[in-house]
């Protein structure tokens, strides 16, 4: 990472803060071979339609997940802002392949999750999704999975009624991380087929506090946060580079063909996208902290 | 509806539309009794976190569904706009309670979910759903429930790269739904069970055009629409309002208390969901085609 | 006014204040005698370029004067959230057709200013501006001047380094007010005859705090506040609707011709245009206040 | 320049261009001998006033006018872009300390200005300004003085009624040049001594289109571009940073005391402001030409 500007002898100037990472590790001969013919599930074809025959097709462009280490850059910032709330948010795998881990306590969750090597909190499950990811890459295919947000010690109301929700604005910071098709706080679609009084989260009192007999709402009511811990999960798709022959279209000639994608493939990212998400939940934590007053003191006078 | 401005003899001025639907059938006295005791699962909690004690508690304020209504109005507008571009939305009822309708064709959804009492295009589904909710009825008890949207005819490249998706867009949108919890697109949290290649939609050619087999997308591939039909289904959770006692908590004593909501309550607002969410959908859309000059003559001169 | 949302028992509850001015007042008739000859100094011929042949021409449309009224709204809650700063801002006429106050002490322009029928703080001045103004009304014709807006005790910082200067969201703002040309702050385009070392305010220690000795800044270096008054003048062309025939072009069949613009003239708005900048002052001016962190009592929680 | 995205062999991909200028002229040891003592008619003190203590002293870092590099980078893109509507800009100096430039025709300005060493293009001005400059460089001290800005061939209806309007946007773009203390548009501060009469601009008939017979309105109309040109003059203060001793307070002190700011001294930035106010206008000419349709060629599929 280059520090272009906002950094002064250790501290922010107040000026905007540039990190630059350079893309380096690229091989733009791979790509060559499927010019014009897009690869399915990639984002190819949508942007032969948006952007017509310039864009550029080098590792798939902002479209790549590498484009996510800007977003984790802007992670780290947001965390330390929310250090000073004391907020932390941490994410951990909950699903690969349709591999479960059994749900664990949040001491569990903070305790196995970060050292696991799928970040996972139930060290079982992990084991069974690393055979499962190694049974796949023989044939050369994805995986995908879930990954489930955390964050913790949230004020009350952040958020804005109507527009920006918590959870709107949360849900739009995680669709833009590549490959998440699905995202859903607390008890998410299983709410489709729970009864109200099952639902509503009973408040009571606690430590001199109120809180919630259960948290269904994934610490988000009218889209403002609730002080309880919030909870999204978000689905990541299996990757689409894989290493079997797959159909599509040349796009010049209007024929079906088949191809092979080139380059290196990646099984899974499930793991690899839990600090991307921590890194997004941070970003919009941040942003309503500051919106809504709740750090004041970063921007007071001498 | 009073029309306030942006209309001249029957054509926009290019002045904003304003749209003026007054809120006439509120009862002020029955939410007098849950002052200082905020209802579980509604927003009067965070509210109060929010902004203190000068919220107003009439309705539930910008809380309530009834603010729907401003999204309905918008997305009668935008799918004005939108027919030009020959696109059109369309949502409907796909569980209620835990009672899923059978998957239907684009054919029978659009044919059977408009003129359902439910909408939706199952019609033995449907039967089922209606009599659970006299069901949950008698015991003053509220249902959950899916809504699936779908927008065909879509130009291919509408959304952003990075941040604006057009995932990420029409989740925002639909979160600002009251109630909604949960937001996926195509095979959703399906995907994390999928193999690449059963997830990856090959393209065919098909009447001289590019199309995927399958749609497990949903339409939408990088963040951009891909074409093929746009499909979202969202979660709404079981109305809060029940009839049933609930435990919450006296605020200013800090003692925890029973209370029983009083007002009417809506069992079940799931079908009411549907036009919003296909509101809402049109309005992101449209957002979209503008800003990609895919409706420029919208804009044309004399 | 009508109060639409916002205010609940005599408090803001955090809603938008939607505040409702009706147009009663319009008489269509005598607009549809200049419909296709654009009147000189108006934005006729711009809004036909701009819209084609549907916009409203009754009264102007949002191009009249009386679109003004949202501005004054605005303010006048954006000053009771500067008081809670003890930020005041005043506005005073300075010329009317080239009549010149004499420069007078801000003591003697807040005694004066609010009870002058021109708003000036000049008396004798604003003898000979009346005079001048019924003179221009028996020829028909109208009259231009300058207002001079004042902020005083604005802290130090607001305003935000390269794109959004306090200097630039103030012109902005008051280039919003129909007919304003011209918008200088402090020495304004005097500075281009001084020299650095007559142009440069010298810092001195004044009672405890930092001032300058002279204020040709007008209040704004490096465009933020300098916590000296913010002086701004803006220049407002003479009304176009004028009671004396003048040249335009009937569009549809583009031959020149010659009209006598109908309706109510006003020979001077100058005096008028002083309270809509003080309001545009205002808002601006809370604006930086809330995103400088300056006014964060108002978001605390209870 | 060093391009970091946006570009592929030679075209645009639809990334952001994102241009590199590193700043690397620095003299950091020279700001060291005033920090805590802020220069007269410098960013010193309000930085200070707003970031505090940790604020980066080197170069006046974002007040410098060093950033407007980045400004005339964004007019070079604008530039190209405005050029497939026709639409050119210009700027040239017009007074320099005093010495004004005589009014000359659009076509001696396009044809003198360019090439003229301080960009005026009165041979005989220019002659005056530059010995004007070589006396006040003995004196250690600094001139200001006007740039006018000026747009040719703008389609009728940029900018929009009410707050975006063409000259608040051209405004807020000048007044984010460094030094840039007053913006007038046509006849400017003049307006105030016309009558209507002289101000109103009458409409013709001319080579089949309509113009203008005057211009007084600088080419705009109710906050639209007219089709005529637009002309738009911005006074430069003189450069703060003088050779000659000031009076200043020592901050951590609060004691006054007298400074010889350090450094290399521009006398006069006039004549390089003018290249940065041409960008500036460019930038904001296109984003209206884009936000109202006017350039839709640009996003077209292939």
New interface residues.
Partial sequence: VEI?SGL??G?????PLCL?VRNTNVESRSYDEIDGR?R????D????????????P?GG???SGR?TVGYVMAGAVARKLLGTLGVTVLAHTV????VKAAPQSLETIRAQAPGDPLRCADPEASLRMARLIQE?KQSG??????VEGIALNV???L?E???D?L???L??????I?A??????????A???????????????QD?G?V??TN???GI???????MPIIVRA????????A?P????N?SK???VSITVPGRHDICIVPRAAPVVEAMMAVVLVDFALR??AL?H?????
């Fill in positions: 272009l002064y002898r501290h922010t100037t107040g000026a630059l897009p399915p599930g990639h984002a074809y949508v942007a032969l339609g948006k952007y017509g025959g310039f864009n550029d080098r462009g902002r479209f484009i699903d690969i392949g349709g796949v295919d994805s995986l995908g999975g879930v004020p009350v109301g958020g009624p109507v527009m929700t959870e709107g604005d849900a739009k910071a995680l669709f833009a590549p998440v098709k699905a995202v859903e706080f607390g008890a998410g679609f709410v489709a087929a729970m009864r109200g009084t099952a639902n509503n989260d009973p408040f009571l009192v001199g109120v919630t007999a269904n709402a994934g009511l009218g889209g403002l946060s609730s002080g689905a990541i798709k299996p990757t689409p580079s894989i079997v797959q159909k599509t279209v796009i209007m024929q079906e809504s007053g004041p970063l921007m007071k006078r001498r």
